[in-house]
């Protein structure tokens, strides 16, 4: 059963392009649906990581607004960062997943045991994937990954029961 799920932010929980306002600042687009299954997928107590490489104000305040507090931004070395979230949470590479669209991605494909790869990602990152998603990233790619996990392992149940209440 996947517990773990980590997530490249740029062409993964967006759609790859980075916007700039007149003054320098940076804002990012991100999917209300891609929240919603993240938010569930919390609910469920499954935990989230985001390793991005790049620093983003952006990605920092929609990680908070989810609840994700392992978000980790700027990191070179995605296969170390993941062994270590890995580690903290005691989890082997079949119990986590991971979403990723580029070359920088591959590291942390190599030590996750399920790997998606939006319909956006790169052709070198496609060969290391294990499924390859219908959306892109940034337009429910992440969503439509957490509901494969949620019907692989039988939880559909336990999201609607989340949402009766």
């Not at 003054?23 to 609910?43: A, H």
């Not at 005691?90 to 990723?100: E, I, K, S, W, Y």
């Given at each position: 059963?996947?517990?773990?799920?980590?997530?490249?932010?740029?062409?993964?929980?967006?759609d790859?392009?980075?916007?700039?306002?007149?003054?320098?600042?940076?804002?990012?687009?991100?999917?209300?649906?891609?929240?919603?299954?993240?938010?569930?997928?919390?609910?469920?107590?499954?935990?989230?990581?985001?390793?991005?490489?790049?620093?983003?104000?952006?990605?920092l305040s929609?990680?908070?607004?989810?609840?994700?507090?392992?978000?980790?931004?700027?990191?070179?070395?995605?296969?170390?960062?993941?062994?270590?979230?890995?580690?903290?949470?005691?989890?082997?590479?079949?119990?986590?997943?991971?979403?990723?669209?580029?070359?920088?991605d591959?590291?942390?494909?190599?030590?996750?045991?399920?790997?998606?790869?939006?319909l956006?990602?790169?052709?070198?990152?496609?060969?290391?994937?294990?499924?390859?998603?219908?959306?892109?990233?940034?337009?429910?790619?992440?969503?439509?990954?957490?509901d494969?996990?949620?019907?692989?392992?039988?939880?559909?149940?336990?999201?609607?029961?989340?949402?009766?209440?």
């Amino acid at each position: 059963m996947i517990e773990l799920l980590l997530l490249d932010v740029d062409g993964t929980l967006t759609d790859g392009k980075l916007h700039y306002l007149p003054t320098g600042e940076e804002f990012k687009t991100f999917d209300v649906q891609d929240g919603m299954g993240l938010s569930y997928w919390l609910k469920l107590g499954k935990k989230v990581a985001i390793i991005s490489g790049r620093f983003s104000q952006s990605t920092l305040s929609r990680a908070r607004d989810l609840g994700i507090m392992d978000c980790f931004l700027g990191i070179e070395d995605k296969r170390q960062k993941a062994l270590e979230i890995m580690q903290k949470y005691n989890l082997q590479p079949q119990q986590v997943a991971c979403v990723g669209d580029d070359i920088n991605d591959i590291a942390m494909f190599e030590v996750c045991g399920l790997r998606f790869a939006p319909l956006n990602a790169q052709e070198v990152l496609k060969q290391y994937a294990d499924i390859f998603l219908k959306r892109s990233g940034g337009n429910g790619a992440v969503r439509e990954a957490i509901d494969y996990i949620i019907h692989k392992d039988g939880l559909e149940g336990k999201i609607l029961e989340l949402f009766k209440k």
